[in-house]
């Protein structure tokens, strides 16, 4: 395996520390800026090389060891190696960057990266994959590695809610094409799999809202706790009459950050999830609160139309996927609401959206607010607020 010798300038979205060897870009697994280092290279590319860090000749002083014995072999945790407040450093400068390079705002308003002092034992849901291909015997479950193919069976999980550890060695007798079981933590510490049929009630703060073991929620419940404030204080702000609340779940962000707006749309297609958000409803008695069942990108238009003459504010919060091209591009021409936040667990998906929805100048981009939702990890949540400008014409 050839080695090369360089310097690390920055750590790139991903986790990788970016150099430059002979003119081309290195990518770096495990390196930190300011580091020289000895790097095996893994891939050599026309226009990249891709490496992993051999020898650390010179270490950063924000390099720490990691507490995990398995972060070398699973695919989980890309900073472990690095102390958290420089972590958190490293991921505001990767947010600055995605936006100012992909959109060309001047004076982009960033704010301060939104994180708690529990960087480990955050996480309310894990999910485990099956390790061996044709077991007749129960197999014990693990997590994907590093190579993105390979299993990890570990015995601790030291970013997961402590009371998953029984999980990581228990023996499971799985069906033929039972390929994973994702689990969720419930207020009381009971732990459910999407292989039952259950709602469970998950706190947020004060609140105690409803789920199903089948269905999407939040895994970090105290940096979600922050979000909700957020968008709370931004929907306040916003003084809409009609809240759009797309791809909404269970209903976290129309209960806790809309329940005063005069209507509320709720659009979600999962069905376990749309159960529990009429249980959410009938609990809190919110009978300004109207749910649609269906395709976000079907459901959505028939109903805006008919609303957008009053002052409204659309929320998404999409799949990591982000939306559909054309309700992007439906954004950026005459539908254009009085605000709009979009919150993303993946920025470079979030910049391409909004790369679509700014095209023709209807926006103001007012904010950027990035949360440290998924610690260690290279993945980090944002939410961004834009706000239709006065004389919006459309080009």
Same mark, same amino acid.
């Given at each position: 395996m050839k080695s090369i010798e360089l310097v690390i300038d920055k750590t790139v979205f991903g986790g990788d520390g970016?150099?430059?060897?002979?003119?081309?870009?290195?990518?770096?697994e495990g390196a930190l800026p300011g580091e020289k280092i000895i790097a095996d290279i893994l891939q050599d590319k026309k226009n990249f090389i891709k490496a992993k860090a051999a020898r650390i000749l010179q270490s950063s002083p924000h390099r720490i060891e990691p507490p995990c014995p398995y972060v070398n072999h699973c695919g989980g945790c890309q900073y472990q190696h690095v102390a958290y407040a420089e972590e958190l450093r490293?991921?505001?400068?990767?947010? /600055?960057?995605i936006f100012e390079r992909s959109l060309k705002i001047p004076?982009?308003?960033?704010? #301060?990266? %939104?994180? $708690? #002092?529990?960087?480990?034992?955050?996480?309310?849901?894990?999910?485990?994959?099956? !390790?061996?291909?044709?077991?007749?015997?129960?197999?014990?479950?693990?997590? =994907?590695?590093?190579?993105?193919?390979?299993?990890?069976?570990? /015995?601790?999980?030291? =970013? %997961?809610? #402590?009371?998953? !550890? #029984?999980?990581? @060695?228990? /023996?499971?007798?799985?069906?033929?094409? !039972? @390929? /994973?079981?994702?689990?969720? $933590?419930? @207020?009381?510490?009971? =732990?459910?799999?999407? $292989?039952?049929d259950v709602f469970l009630r998950i706190r947020i703060g004060d609140e105690s809202l409803l789920a199903h073991s089948n269905g999407f929620f939040q895994n970090n419940l105290g940096i979600t706790e922050l979000l909700v404030k957020k968008i709370a204080r931004w929907v306040e702000r916003s003084a809409?009459? !009609?809240?759009?609340? $797309?791809?909404a779940g269970v209903g976290t962000f129309s209960f806790l950050a809309a329940r005063s707006v005069a209507k509320i749309y709720c659009i979600e297609e999962n069905p376990y999830s749309v159960h529990a958000l009429r249980m959410n409803k009938e609990e809190r008695k919110l009978k300004q609160l109207k749910i649609i069942t269906g395709r976000v990108e079907k459901a959505f238009r028939p109903v805006f139309e008919k609303e957008k003459n009053n002052k409204t504010l659309v929320f998404l919060d999409p799949p990591r996927q982000g939306m559909e091209p054309a309700l992007a591009a439906y954004f950026s021409n005459d539908a254009v609401p009085d605000h709009l936040i979009y919150v993303s667990c993946d920025p470079p998906t979030l910049v391409r959206d909004l790369k679509i929805i700014l095209a023709n100048g209807c926006y103001d981009l007012e904010t950027v607010a990035p949360f440290d939702m998924f610690p260690r990890t290279k993945h980090i949540e944002a %939410?961004?607020?834009l706000k239709k400008k006065v004389a919006s014409v459309v080009q």
């Open positions: 970016l150099g430059i060897s002979d003119g081309k870009a290195c990518f770096v490293l991921k505001e400068a990767q947010i /600055k960057e004076s982009l308003h960033i704010e #301060p990266i %939104a994180d $708690l #002092p529990q960087d480990y034992g955050y996480r309310n849901s894990v999910t485990l994959h099956r !390790t061996m291909d044709e077991a007749k015997e129960p197999q014990r479950l693990g997590f =994907i590695g590093r190579d993105n193919r390979s299993k990890v069976v570990i /015995k601790n999980c030291l =970013i %997961a809610d #402590p009371r998953f !550890t #029984p999980l990581y @060695e228990k /023996k499971w007798s799985l069906k033929k094409n !039972t @390929e /994973k079981i994702s689990f969720k $933590l419930s @207020e009381k510490g009971d =732990i459910f799999s999407d $292989l039952d809409c009459h !009609t809240f759009f609340d $797309l791809y %939410a961004v607020l």
